[in-house]
């Protein structure tokens, strides 16, 4: 059994940051990058099951970015998944989060996984669709926002439950091979050993370019325009933290009529 | 050009607020984007819902009937490509919901259409749709455009628009398709379990923290300050899932509303989406954060750049 978990390399802002000159995203300078969030959930998941089942099944982690994005994979390898592969090539710069997805859809079909948790959405930009468009382009069935399930490698279900809004879950059963989407809390990511960090350092990383999948990377969108919008209505309040403090005592007192 | 279509969104019997704000988002772009706004619901029992979308705005409404009454992915999926092969919209809106997580690319890559999610401004440059969301954290805004499609798909954050106030009577009709075999199978709804912790629903002075308090030894500091200054102490998710404070105390899209809180103090809580949904109603928000650009500043009253903890010191001297 596989178990295919794509992560994504994300960007975090400093507090200065600068819009590139054309106008279309933040200057490269100012970014900070990590592993998604949502992600170290996934691979979890993921790791969860291999173990549950003697360790048998393969856990192979995929991302698609440049040289550096291979530090994410690194993180996962860290953490005990079995293989690594990152896939690049130039012309997705600026690729859509459909685009990332045929290219993931590409590795998928040479992968042929039993099954595919992605994170529900990355925490820079929070599109919440890579995963789902993924199993579109393989046609398997999918749920998205998962905060729970039940599975055991081999099964010909998922027993899944989708975390809705107010807090209710909804389960459902979903067959398999299946793309979920795993939502935040569905369990407690481990942290890497110092001896997974260090072995991770030396194992190979497959490397493909998006031309090896000979798919087209076409993208739904594009950006037209980024900028800072127009500054917050909060009312700024200056001063010594005892003086915020003091100025925040009153505003509490108002309100209460304390 | 041949009109807009609004994806409404029912769950146990309940038609989702959200979907009436969709058809005012709509408004705007008529016109420029095709004259007819078609709202479509699809489940068994769809037509329960036709008094509350006959509204002003609403041409057209379209019931499409399924074997389940709740929401299946690639049964919605289905539904909506055929309706769309009928109409042939340039623009299809859905809500930026939990459900629509579960379809809506797909539908979008399947049929080639323009897509963008978590979308609050839709407008029309010409007969091309530009969409509006948020980037990096909600810091910076990033306008999309969708070159070449002839059917633009966006998810809605709900909450952005006001949903129409007038009734109207906007034609009716059922849309027949053949649903595909789903490979999924609702089993049941499961409630959060009931807890006697404090009914954060209920109460007026919130004062939340979020993963800028650090660690779970920090907790007990503010429930101190909370208590000294009045408040029922809430959190943000990342508190709640590391189990630092209980899930009921949890506020946003998939927690508590603070539905009759006046005044919220939100600490060390960056202001994603999910969390504003439980607070930005807020008429008194005050946010203390070491990130002068945290998007929490652009939903708050009051704003403070600095430490959690040395606010929380300083603050409590006031209460003694
Ligand atoms: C389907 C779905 C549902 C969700 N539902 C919810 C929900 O109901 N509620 C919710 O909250 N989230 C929810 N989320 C998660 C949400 O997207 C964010 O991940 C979460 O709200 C972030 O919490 P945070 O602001 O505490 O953490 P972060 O985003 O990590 O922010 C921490 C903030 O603390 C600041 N900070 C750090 N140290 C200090 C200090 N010493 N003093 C002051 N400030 C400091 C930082 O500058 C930062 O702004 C949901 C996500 C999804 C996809």
């Not at chain 1, 200056?238 to 009153?250: D, K, L, T, V, W």
């Not at chain 2, 909600?138 to 070159?147: A, I, R, S």
Request: hydrophobic share 45%; net charge negative; proline share 4%.
């Amino acid at each position: 059994m596989k178990i295919l978990v794509p992560v994504k390399r994300i960007a975090a802002l400093e507090e200065d940051f600068e819009i590139r000159d054309d106008g279309r995203d933040v200057d490269g300078d100012f970014i900070n990058w990590d592993l998604n969030e949502w992600d170290d959930y996934s691979l979890e998941t993921a790791m969860q099951i291999k173990e549950a089942a003697g360790g048998e099944p393969e856990v192979v982690v995929v991302t698609v970015g440049p040289d550096d994005a291979e530090e994410v994979l690194r993180k996962c390898l860290a953490k005990g998944a079995d293989r690594a592969i990152r896939v690049w090539d130039d012309a997705l710069e600026g690729a859509d989060q459909l685009a990332i997805a045929r290219v993931l859809a590409g590795v998928a079909k040479t992968e042929a996984p039993d099954l595919i948790l992605a994170g529900v959405q990355s925490s820079d930009h929070s599109h919440g669709c890579t995963g789902i468009a993924l199993s579109a382009l393989l046609d398997m069935p999918h749920a998205a926002v998962v905060a729970a399930m039940t599975y055991s490698a081999g099964d010909a279900k998922v027993r899944v439950q989708r975390e809705l809004e107010g807090g209710m879950l909804h389960a459902v059963d979903v067959s398999t091979p299946a793309v979920l989407t795993i939502q935040l809390g569905i369990n407690t990511p481990r942290y890497a050993s110092l001896r997974g960090i260090k072995q991770a350092a030396a194992r190979p990383i497959e490397e493909l370019s998006a031309a090896d999948l000979g798919a087209d990377f076409a993208s739904a969108s594009r950006v037209r325009r980024m900028y800072v919008p127009e500054k917050s209505r909060a009312q700024m309040i200056e001063g010594s933290p005892a003086e915020q403090a003091a100025r925040i005592a009153e505003i509490i007192r108002e309100a209460t009529g304390a | 050009m041949s009109g807009i279509l609004v994806v409404a969104e029912h769950r146990q019997g309940v038609l989702r607020p959200v979907s009436l704000e969709l058809v005012s988002a709509v408004q705007d772009v008529r016109g420029a984007l095709g004259d007819k706004v078609t709202v479509a619901v699809i489940g068994a029992g769809a037509r329960a819902h036709q008094q509350t979308l006959s509204m002003a705005g609403v041409d057209e409404l379209v019931f499409i009937d399924t074997p389940d009454a709740e929401f299946d992915p690639e049964v919605t999926e289905a539904a909506l490509a055929a309706l769309a092969a009928e109409i042939r919209p340039s623009l299809v809106v859905v809500p930026h919901s939990v459900d629509s997580m579960g379809y809506a690319a797909s539908l979008a890559i399947r049929n080639g259409y323009g897509f963008a999610t978590d979308v609050f401004g839709v407008a029309a440059d010409g007969a091309a749709v530009v969409a509006t969301r948020g980037g990096y954290g909600q810091k910076v805004n990033v306008e999309l455009e969708f070159p070449g499609a002839s059917t633009v798909l966006l998810a809605l954050r709900g909450g952005t628009w006001k949903p129409p106030v007038d009734a109207a009577s906007p034609a009716a009709r059922d849309f027949a398709f053949s649903a595909p075999a789903s490979r999924s199978k609702n089993v049941e709804f499961i409630s959060p379990p009931a807890t006697n912790d404090v009914d954060m629903t209920a109460k007026e002075f919130i004062l939340s923290v979020g993963r800028g308090v650090g660690e779970e030894d920090n907790i007990e500091r503010f429930r101190e300050l909370a208590d000294t200054v009045g408040a029922a102490l809430g959190c943000s998710r990342p508190v709640a899932d590391s189990g630092w404070l209980p899930k009921s105390r949890q506020i946003g899209q998939s927690g508590k509303t603070a539905a009759q809180c006046k005044l919220y103090m939100a600490m060390g809580i960056s202001g994603a989406i999910q969390h504003l949904a439980g607070m930005k109603h807020v008429e008194t928000i005050i946010a203390v954060n070491t990130d002068p650009n945290a998007s929490i500043f652009s939903v708050a009253k009051y704003g403070v750049i600095g430490d959690m903890f040395e606010i929380a010191d300083e603050l409590e001297k006031h209460f003694a």
